[in-house]
């Protein structure tokens, strides 16, 4: 390799990094340094707080719920979705009868704004008239509310969320699959290998480098896809479904208390740089990339 | 001079095209003035756009925004007062032409913040043929608390396997429960607040009662869906057969007409002890940041766009109440409550209706409030615990203000 | 020696690829624990027969029967037989050993049995210290030689091997075709190698099958198909370097040609059957090759471009010579159709069989 | 396919077409809606009437076809800058060696994490300050480099056999060269992803555009789609499904017709 | 002939992978306008070296000196060279065409010369009809023939080619052999050459490297390498069949070998210098290969076994036969050290270098 390669690849990255810095890490930092003040109201000007804004955290039940939450939420949402989004491409990878629109279905949860298709969720889970209750009624189950339960709220929301990021990483997998050489599969299929000793043995091995973007997007995105709390449950019932970002967007753009966002903020950029980059860090080693 | 003017939509896009031709009609009559009229989604959407735009030093002339963002926009120093815009004859006959209820959430500290403009109160709707088909007079809702919760055991019709295919009334809780609440507790004498925004009275035991009695709709009476209820898919309910009896704004007139399909009936929110009723929606803020000038304009065409002829074109096209009683008397507003006396309802109703909840941090107390009444009404605390607790770390908020 | 009992039967098979015809009415049949070579030049299909074979791809039109039986509707799984690719089909994350032993491990052979047939066959093919390495850190015919090794180590009845030993070097090829053809009869297998190299199709087949254009032109041994060729294809196609081949009107009345050869006839004669002669046409030497072993003498007899092999140890020709050649060994041919004159063949000895294989290099 | 037996294609595509009938359930939903009167909003008769009002009436609730028109201007543009800003930088951290690779990096996993929404208000000064309010660049500037393109690009590159970077080289290519005619191609796949889920998110992205724009002339569909998504009175099902109907189905058809060459194989026999 | 210009200097290279050494202090420096075969078992660094050649991997150790400069900080791009690779890195997204004219679009040749280009060499390589397919639709053969017009059609002065011929049937190698020889010889170009195959080293090289576990064994002409193999090694490597080797004693005191040879020596004979004689010692065939043109005969002389080439159309050898060789032609090693004696070299007459490249097939 070259050794002025640096150079080139400085300068490849510059034009990205002019606009990361500036849309992105600059206003960052500024949350960071706004999480030290208390927050500015007209009449009463910022002052230093220090951990402050930390502390009153501890003390707020809703954040700690809001932390319990999000934990359970990402405990069944992350699994959930990446073991059916690669289902799902496994599926409709190759052709047979009926497969674009299988494969449209699939697609569906990209497409559709999740602001819209929110209100058609909640639809379906409205008691009595919803779609699921109609379903339930003519089994004579009795009508369910669920969102509107502390104990099945959060269950539905990360329904939603599971439906939509499913969809939304069946597309890389299905790039990635595309990649695999037919000959491979040839080869394994004189052994008499099985589609699940295939897949186990071989796909999933050389589409690591997708899982594991998946997967850390998967991680992030339990933490930032909340459009549909807005919609469905704005947080509640009695904060059954508070996430923390919904939390966070809350505190700052409905309640103005925009230091004590931003020191939520800089807790959940923490816990997603220890998961989200860590978990990067430590597997992209282990992926075999060629 | 050129003026910008966000305002949101909350009933359904036919007002945004309204507002339009409100502005295009102003500036035809005239021609000095140049209204640039930015629809700018929800309320909580049009909030955060005025308030970004505020801090980033671009703010807006006029806005529309809810009532109960008053407290917040005086903490954010953000809006001025409308009393340096008119003469003392419009501060009499202009500000003091609208009903006070509305008034009460546009005025403190002996100074007018907001103008009353989309404004709303929710009532009770109820579905004459249900009531027709468990023997009530289809005619008459229920007047109170208690004659609510007698019929509605009647309205709860249960298939034969035991499960409920109509309830007999529907009170939505998701969302903004406080509004509604806020009529239940006025309606058991109770407020929620006073007019400094920075007192609030959630446990008092006007409240705490009016909390059981809700909880005990679905939990003893049995007349209501446990849990918490959309607000969004009420009416749906309503058309549905789901609900014989729903609590909505009068806002949804006009969906309820042309939708349900069976006649129905308006009346008032049933009070415990009395009549009650919130007040809700939104209000005209000048924002600070201009010339005074500017500001002036802004309040011309406010003057104008509030003035009778203009609030009834408003009202009919929106169904929202119109917030002055002389706006009742012109021509075109009688022609229009000929053709749907329903409309009346919310105008009486008035009367006895309260103030919103609003206070300093606003937002901030007003989700207090809901986690306590969701966590009533879902049956994790009990009515007074859930209350106490609300009022305590509202106390600790709000004692920054005192 | 052979069984005669048909393992692998080919019944008019074709392969289109949209219009071009990978194969075109193909019927062979190859017997059990026989070695059969295709040879053919490059994309003339044999891949893709190989590939029909082991049910990676459908014929679109004939037949395949293995044991008798239509394997049409058989994944390639079930039809039991290993297969070496051309590409070698290596799995990229695995390592050899991995690789190597994937097929036992889907069969959940034991793991002492693994482990046992792995050493054998590494050690065979070369391979035990490379065992931990990934096969982007092996060169070229290494990787080949873990292909070659996964077929092996299967133990499957046919065994279908395509180039296998094309990018190994000399020393090494020989070595392996000793190999294999040494487990190719302890364990009975039934194998389909496609070769490029005719010293492989010549020491390894029992039955050489020619192909070209999609077509076959001449199934036998390796003795028939050398010595006697079919075709003028073959005979132009098979030996380094291949037959010469004469209008017949240069020799017409010579020595030792029959009766009746003439300008419809094309005499063939294979470079080591030409010598000097001390009478004869004349040739005139254009060009000399140094094999190491041989010289290949280019020359031209009337206009007839032609090759003379001749020992490297005698001293190379004049610039002129005469013509001579191995009465009797010459193949003569119709020239309108390039078919063989078997009227014209001389009754010879047949070649000894080769009976067992040698540790030839 | 290769190896599967018959037990398996039953189980495979009776689970797959369950699977795919709950995902296509909200939008075989919003099709119901759309296309009938409110009154059948919940309830499923095959006889109910049918109806384009729904549609009518959401047309002409806001100017849609500005709307629609800002909105592929918006995705254009996005996407384009996206495609060339990350495309260069995926490169860079995939197949150069340079100092402070991992930092660098690490800021990019890092925007990953941080929500542009959060931004906002200190966005909202930084176009202030270029003098860029109310126009349709200052909607796409923030998003014009996406750490997600440069991650799944990285992971893609990463992935691209070395002969053929090497065969490239040795033909004379520069390092752009190298990109533009191997690993551009080569990354097809995965740049197709990126563009399908770009496309669709910016054009379903709310409330930065809102919050940015002031007029007709600037603001994306969403916008105009967002005046039916209240709920203050109700939620209108007909008309909202009808909007969202309307205001997808360019991507919807888009991807019917693109769908077969997005999982056609690019790279069957890419190297032996 | 040769201009002794060095064109590319190898000097005390290395390269290690972790542990392994692939090259180890390796020097050699290849002439301008000259034909380089490296030779050598699978594995001993073949392709290492070349890569190191193109830029494409770094040596570890040592500097590679092009046309006089070190070109260690040059890009593969700058060093102005082609390359044929191994595993062909054909661009799996482009057609044959686009393949083959990657280099001259990246050089904006302009399109009227590519496209005259592309004529000429696609018809030299007889891939005019298949321009328009995509690789994965070709035949190994004919992917290996795009791989190496894509190296041939950009007339760089140094041509780097990595078993360019390796999937090619006998008769199409043939003929690219002659033709590759030619557009070296005509464009005056450095070529280096990775094989396997011993006919291509011979025909084609005006110098071969032969190599063994990442040393060079011996550098030097065909008929040096091939007549007076420099080590056991490069004896034992060359030749299809290699050379026979015989402990000293064996010929102890026999006519024609010089004095003094014992056990210590070991006596290389190829095998067609073996011959059937009519007295001498006694050997015992052991089998008999079929090739075609020649039979190998296995044999045995004491407990040495050999092999003998003897042509086809003679009768195979009896069961016991009288050992004789062509005398002179007798290579001696030290047994200890492997190396050659020279000082028991028959001045020999020096084999007429070729001159021109034949039509030999
Ligand atoms: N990336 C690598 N990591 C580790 N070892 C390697 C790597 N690449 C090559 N080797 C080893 O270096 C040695 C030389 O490899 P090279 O590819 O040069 O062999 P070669 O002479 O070209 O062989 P062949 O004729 O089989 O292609 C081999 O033993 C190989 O296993
Ligand atoms: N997928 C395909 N699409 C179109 N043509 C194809 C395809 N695969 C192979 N062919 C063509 O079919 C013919 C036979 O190919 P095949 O691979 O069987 O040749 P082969 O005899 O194995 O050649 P080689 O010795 O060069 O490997 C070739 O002309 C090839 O170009
Ligand atoms: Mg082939
Ligand atoms: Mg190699």
Known sequence: ?290 | VDLEFYFPVAVGGAAAGTIQSLTEDYMAANPGVKIDAIYTGSYADTTTKAITAVRGGNAPQLIISLSTDMYTFIDEDMIVAWDNYVTADEQKNWIGGFYPAFMANSQTEGKTWGIPFQRSTPVLYWNKEAFAAAGLDPEKGPANWAEMVEMGKKLTVKDASGNVTQWGVHIPSSGFPSWLWTGIVAGNGGLLADDTGKNVTFNSDAAVGALESLVKLSATDGVMAPGILDWGGTPKAFFEGQAAMIWTTTGNLTNVRTNAPFDFGVGFLPGLTQNGAPTGGGNFYLLKGSTDEELQAAADFVKWATAPEQAAKWTIATGYVAPRPDVWETETMKDYVKGFPQALVARDQLDYAVAELSTFEGPKVTQLLNSALESAITGQKPAKEALDGAQAEADAILSAYR | MQTSQAQIQIEHVSRLFGQTAALDDVSVSLSKGDFSVLLGPSGCGKSTLLRLIAGLDRQTGGAIRIGGEDVGDRPPSMRDLSMVFQSYALFPHLSVAENILFGLKVRKVSKAERLARLDLVAAMMGLTPLLARKPSELSGGQQQRVALARAVISERPICLMDEPLSNLDAKLRADMRVELRAIQQKLGLTVVYVTHDQIEAMTMADKIIVMNAGRIEQVGTPEEVYARPATIFTAGFIGTPPMNLFPGRLFAGQDGLPQGVGDAQLIGLRPEDIHIAESGPEADTRGIEYLGADRLVSARLGDTDFIMRAPASAPPPPARFAFGWAQGRESIFDAATGARLTQFDHPTASNPKKDLTHETA | MIGETTFDRILIRGGGALLALIWIAPLAYAVWAAFHPPAFEARFELMAPLTLDNFASAWSQAPFARYFLNTIVLVTMILSAQLVLCTLAAFAFARLEFPGKTFLFTLILMQLLVMPDILLVENYKTMRALGLVDTIIAIGLPYFASGFAIFLLRQTFMTIPKELDEAARVEGCSLLGLLWRVYVPLGKPAMLAFGLVSVSHHWNNFLWPLIITNSVETRPLTVGLSIFATTDSGTEWAVINAATLMTSAPLLLGFLLFQRQFVQSFMRAGIK
């Open chain 1, 1 to 290: 390799m070259n050794s002025r390669n640096w150079i080139y690849a400085w300068l490849m990255l510059l034009p990205a990094f002019v606009f990361l810095i500036a849309f992105t890490h600059l206003p960052a930092v500024t949350t960071l340094i706004d999480s030290f003040f208390t927050t500015a109201k007209g009449r009463r000007p910022a002052v230093f707080t220090g951990l402050g804004n930390y502390q009153k955290m501890l003390e707020d039940p809703i954040f700690v719920k809001a932390m319990v939450n999000s934990a359970i939420y990402a405990a069944i949402t992350i699994p959930a979705s990446i073991a059916l989004s690669l289902a799902m491409a496994l599926l409709v990878h190759r052709s047979f009868r009926g497969v674009s629109l299988v494969r449209m279905a699939f697609f569906t949860p990209t497409v559709l704004p999740l602001i819209a298709v929110a209100n058609i969720w909640l639809f379906f889970y409205a008691p009595g008239f919803g779609l699921i209750d109609q379903i339930r009624l003519t089994f004579g189950l009795p009508s369910a509310n669920y969102v509107g339960q502390p104990d099945t709220a959060l269950y539905s929301v990360a329904a939603v969320t599971i439906w939509k990021e499913a969809g939304f990483f069946m597309i890389f997998f299905l790039a990635a699959l595309q990649t695999i050489p037919l000959s491979l599969r040839e080869a394994a299929a004189i052994e008499g290998c099985s589609r699940w000793t295939f897949f186990r043995r071989v796909t999933l091995p050389l589409i690591m480098p997708t899982t594991l973007f998946v997967s850390v997007n998967a991680v992030i995105n339990a933490f930032r896809l909340v459009d549909h709390v807005f919609v469905m449950t704005k947080g509640g019932p009695d904060s059954a479904t508070m996430l923390l970002l919904y939390y966070i967007f809350e505190t700052g753009f409905r309640f103005w208390d925009t230091a004590y966002a931003a020191a939520l903020t800089v807790v959940l950029i923490a816990i997603l740089s220890v998961v989200g980059i860590g978990q990067f860090f430590l597997a992209d080693r282990r992926v075999h990339y060629k």
